[in-house]
């Protein structure tokens, strides 16, 4: 029996798409790990762990995700913006950031699911978050993409 290569993709072999996701309503971990795979290119035939075989995604409606549980009044999120300096520790609660930056928090949550790595990098360039419903992609036609939750 003849031994059968794996398929390794080529960067020229790569078409990539434009999706876009609504998320109003939807659960976050749920509707991340969606995002994230359509940014790795885990839904196609031709993936390859070590290449960005991903597509593009839009994500609107950010603003109105839903987290289940106690994580709307228990959940933190940690940052350093002087990095280096262990006192330099901000945190902020789940809360404001909804009310300020609503798209970080669904950035934050597809970062966490992607390598971390210049590969990883590289995948999150083609994400596109926006809080309400408009968004400057129309151009590029994104398919509207169905998501579970």
């Known amino acids: 029996m003849p031994h059968q290569r794996t398929y390794s993709a080529k960067a020229k072999d790569i078409k990539r798409e434009w999706h876009l996701v609504d998320v109003d309503g939807k659960v976050l971990g749920r509707v991340a790990t969606q995002i994230a795979t359509l940014l790795k290119g885990k839904h196609k035939a031709m993936y390859t762990p070590s290449i960005d075989t991903g597509d593009h995604v839009v994500v609107i409606n950010a603003e109105k995700v839903k987290i289940t549980g106690n994580k ?41 699911m992607l390598p971390r790595n210049a590969l990883g990098r590289q995948m999150m360039t083609k994400l596109k978050i926006y809080a309400g419903d408009k968004h400057p992609h129309v151009a590029q036609k994104p398919a509207a993409r169905a998501v579970v939750a």
């Open 72 to 112: 709307p009044t228990q959940k933190l999120y940690h940052r350093h913006p002087k990095a280096g300096f262990p006192g330099a520790l901000k945190t902020t609660d789940y809360q404001t950031l909804q009310k300020r930056h609503p798209e970080d928090i669904i950035e934050h949550a597809v970062r966490r």
